[in-house]
Every structure is written in C-alpha cells, then in structure tokens.
C-alpha cells in the first residue's frame, strides 16, 4: 500500500524558515507530488506542486518564499518555506497523484508564531 510520511513541521517565528519532507514507499514510478495546507475552519488548498519532471506549480500566495523540489530516486518531495508569515500556520499534508487516486500524508503542523 502506498504510504506518505512526512516530517519537518514545527513552531517558527515570523520572517523564519522551514524545510518540510514526504517520502513515499509502495508505489513505482514517479508521479506528480505536491503539498496542501489547511488552517483550522477553513477548506485544505494547494501551496505546491511538482511533476516527476521537475516542472512547478505554487500558491499565488506563496511565490517567492517557498520552493518546491524531488528527488525521484528517494520518492521524496521537498518544501523549503522561507520568510514565513503568521498566515502561513496550517496543517501541511503531502499528496501523491496518481489517477484515479489521490494519496496524502497524515499531515505536519506549522506554527509562525513570535
């Protein structure tokens, strides 16, 4: 079964940085992963994607703080988060797609908080 795990979450103050991990285990090949925040009462919306390819895709509200990259031989998608802001604190999940289904991570807290 494919299984997503995740780590690097944490309390960090404003202006500081993070590097989130997901590495995923039962699944060949490469396929598009990415990652996904939710903040408490509100829906689970995309921060970052990235194809087996190396081709990105962010979060309006995110460009040019995070970067988003893989290395396929590890099956583990990076996120660097820098100049983080309060508004960034959320629950971030890995996600795997690979249709018709779609896996995620059981999720890593992020607090910016001073």
């Known amino acids: 079964q494919v299984q997503l795990v995740e780590s690097g979450g944490g309390l960090v103050q404003p202006g500081g940085s993070l590097r989130l991990s997901c590495t995923a285990s039962?699944?060949?090949?490469?396929?598009?992963m990415g990652w996904y925040r939710q903040a408490p009462g509100k829906q689970r919306d995309l921060v970052a994607t990235?194809?087996?390819?190396?081709?990105?895709n962010y979060a309006d509200s995110v460009k040019g703080r995070f970067t988003i990259s893989r290395v396929n031989t590890k099956n583990t998608v990076y996120l660097q988060m820098n100049s983080l802001k309060p508004e960034d604190t959320a629950v971030y999940y890995c996600?795997?797609?690979?249709?018709?289904?779609?896996?995620w991570g059981q999720g890593t807290q992020v607090t910016v908080s001073s």
């Open positions: 996600n795997l797609d690979r249709p018709p289904y779609a896996y």
């Open positions: 039962g699944i060949f090949g490469f396929y598009t």
């Open positions: 990235i194809t087996s390819g190396g081709i990105t």
